[in-house]
């Protein structure tokens, strides 16, 4: 009986151990790490199997109360990698080390695609030069809170840089991306502010990140071609929430 309870032990450190890295391996690119602390864990663990029956109990109990705490911090730490503080928007440690290759295995399999578009609030530096950083910080709150709104479920939407924000459109077509920013757009258009997009599409045969490249390109083009028949500060931004 004391063989099987040492057994079962062993088997909930194994299966907690499993869950942990799984959950969290994108965080850590040094695996160097989870070497080091697994490899502490299984020493300890023999502990439980060799360990007089009243020890080893005492052990578990200490060990299994470090996991639970580790575990805790790992999820804290986890939400602030995966989601970006300001906005609620997904972050790009996220999408690149975890959504963006999980996805593209899953559309090569299918034979499907994922469409992007980059876009970019105009004016933002403006707003946080006359307005405030506070001011500027609305603005980006509001249009992320328009964008969850206005996309599907299976869509993505990334904080990509400071005012720049990355959509992925999993099975998607620049022709679907130009209509969820339509869609956007509409929504935004009680707010007195704009943004410039690119748009582009992975079909699976060339490197996704060039496509998200692309998109990017497409944006910058349209921020410059957008600057150079707009006069300056020619609108009044502020956010309504």
Request: proline fraction near 2%; charged fraction near 25%; glycine fraction near 10%.
């Given at each position: 009986?004391?063989?099987?309870?040492?057994?079962?032990?062993?088997?909930?450190?194994?299966?907690?151990?499993?869950?942990?890295?799984?959950?969290?391996?994108?965080?850590?690119?040094?695996?160097?790490?989870?070497?080091?602390?697994?490899?502490?864990?299984?020493?300890a663990s023999l502990g439980?199997?060799?360990?007089?029956?009243?020890?080893?109990?005492?052990?578990?109990?200490?060990?299994?109360?470090?996991?639970?705490?580790?575990?805790?911090v790992v999820r804290c730490?986890?939400?602030?990698?995966?989601?970006?503080?300001?906005?609620?928007?997904?972050?790009?440690?996220?999408?690149?080390?975890?959504?963006?290759?999980?996805?593209?295995?899953?559309?090569?399999?299918?034979?499907?695609?994922?469409?992007?578009?980059?876009?970019?609030?105009?004016?933002?530096?403006?707003?946080?030069?006359?307005?405030?950083?506070?001011?500027?910080?609305?603005?980006?709150?509001?249009?992320?809170r328009v964008i969850l709104?206005?996309?599907?479920?299976?869509?993505?939407?990334?904080?990509?840089?400071?005012?720049?924000?990355?959509?992925?459109?999993?099975?998607?077509?620049?022709?679907?991306?130009?209509?969820?920013?339509?869609?956007?757009?509409?929504?935004?258009?009680?707010?007195?502010?704009?943004?410039?997009?690119?748009?582009?599409?992975?079909?699976?045969?060339?490197?996704?990140?060039?496509?998200?490249?692309?998109?990017?390109?497409?944006?910058?083009?349209?921020?410059?071609?957008?600057?150079?028949?707009?006069?300056?500060?020619?609108?009044?931004?502020?956010?309504?929430?």
């Amino acid at each position: 009986m004391e063989h099987y309870v040492r057994l079962t032990f062993l088997a909930a450190f194994l299966a907690v151990a499993l869950h942990s890295y799984f959950a969290t391996q994108f965080l850590v690119r040094e695996k160097f790490w989870y070497l080091a602390f697994y490899g502490g864990l299984f020493l300890a663990s023999l502990g439980v199997l060799f360990a007089p029956f009243p020890q080893a109990v005492c052990l578990f109990a200490g060990l299994s109360l470090l996991l639970f705490g580790v575990g805790g911090v790992v999820r804290c730490l986890k939400r602030s990698s995966v989601r970006d503080y300001l906005t609620g928007l997904y972050s790009r440690t996220f999408f690149f080390e975890e959504w963006l290759p999980r996805e593209v295995k899953r559309q090569k399999r299918s034979g499907g695609s994922i469409a992007f578009a980059m876009l970019d609030v105009d004016g933002l530096k403006e707003v946080n030069d006359t307005r405030g950083h506070h001011a500027g910080d609305e603005l980006l709150k509001t249009l992320a809170r328009v964008i969850l709104e206005s996309i599907r479920g299976e869509d993505i939407a990334v904080r990509f840089g400071g005012d720049e924000v990355l959509l992925a459109f999993p099975g998607g077509t620049e022709e679907g991306a130009t209509r969820a920013l339509e869609r956007i757009a509409g929504a935004l258009s009680r707010f007195p502010f704009s943004f410039s997009f690119g748009v582009s599409e992975w079909e699976g045969e060339e490197d996704v990140e060039e496509a998200i490249k692309v998109a990017d390109q497409k944006m910058y083009k349209a921020k410059k071609a957008k600057g150079n028949t707009e006069e300056k500060n020619s609108l009044c931004f502020f956010c309504v929430l």
